[in-house]
């Protein structure tokens, strides 16, 4: 595929491996791209039954890349080209390369496990929550601090299915840290590992998916998100992709200027964060 990316298909395994570890695997349009391509191979491919995605490095994902080339600041993804593409340009061009994206992800029909280790900032959990299964590391946490910036909580907002109403909230309200242990508490992961043991136990888990049938599969999987979509989980996460939009609104009305410090500000809370 890509080296951003890369995609192997072992024992009826297809293995999705984040690689820009030098970045703490920070998400360009390149890599989203990739990525999809690669759960798309992985759906289309009939010798595949599971699909585990990994990353490369000490973290799992930093969120959206927000350090961006000069040759590249035009580009609405790095510092949003609000006067040139406004409102309607900005969201359609986040509906198409981070909702859909992500719902696309969730929809998958195959079962899918995600391997999380170190730092899962805000666009980090819009590559997790679409799996079916999260394991994660003992050094694992998971935060989104985008309130920080105006904005309510990263596109595809999960944060009330994965971790109930009030820790959602206090996530969003704080940006603070959710660790390993805390987030299996409360059920958004399936199990936490030692780090050194991440890779071999998430692979051995979708050995073991590997060897039912795959229809069986695909049936049990569909019944389960058609369980939650009865409950109203679609609504709901496109209502709250349109008030993570109007977010952006209104920072475009407060000014151009005092969204890059936002920005900035965010940039900077990562950072501290390790």
């Excluded at 990739?34 to 009939?46: I, M, N, P, Y």
């Excluded at 986040?94 to 998958?108: A, I, L, T, V």
Aim: glycine letters at 6%.
């Amino acid at each position: 595929m890509n080296e951003t990316v890369l995609y192997e298909v072992r024992d009826s395994i297809a293995f999705i491996t984040l690689n820009r570890p030098e970045v703490h695997n920070a998400q360009n349009p390149e890599l989203l791209e990739v990525l999809d391509q690669c759960w798309t191979s992985a759906a289309q491919d009939e010798s595949v039954k599971v699909i585990l995605l990994q990353a490369n490095g000490r973290n799992f994902s930093a969120g959206h890349d927000l350090a961006v080339p000069e040759d590249r600041k035009s580009d609405v993804f790095a510092n949003f080209d609000y006067k040139n593409r406004g409102v309607a340009g900005q969201y359609l061009w986040e509906q198409s390369h981070y909702f859909e994206y992500s719902r696309r992800w969730r929809n998958n029909p195959k079962p899918s496990i995600a391997a999380v280790q170190g730092a899962c900032i805000a666009a980090g959990l819009m590559l997790a929550w679409p799996c079916d299964l999260i394991i994660a590391a003992d050094n694992a946490w998971f935060s989104d601090p985008t309130v920080v910036m105006g904005i309510a909580g990263v596109e595809y907002h999960g944060h009330t299915w994965e971790l109930g109403p009030r820790k959602a909230k206090q996530m969003l309200f704080t940006a603070d840290k959710v660790s390993a242990a805390e987030a299996h508490r409360l059920g958004m992961v399936n199990e936490v590992v030692p780090l050194e043991e991440l890779a071999a136990f998430s692979a051995a888990l979708a050995g073991r998916i590997a060897e039912r049938d795959l229809f069986s599969l695909v049936m049990a999987k569909r019944v389960v998100n058609q369980t939650v979509d009865i409950m109203g989980q679609p609504a709901a996460l496109q209502s709250g992709f349109d008030l993570h939009e109007m977010g952006h609104a209104q920072c475009i009305a407060r000014s151009a200027g005092e969204t890059a410090v936002l920005t900035r500000d965010v940039a900077e809370l990562r950072k501290k964060s390790g």
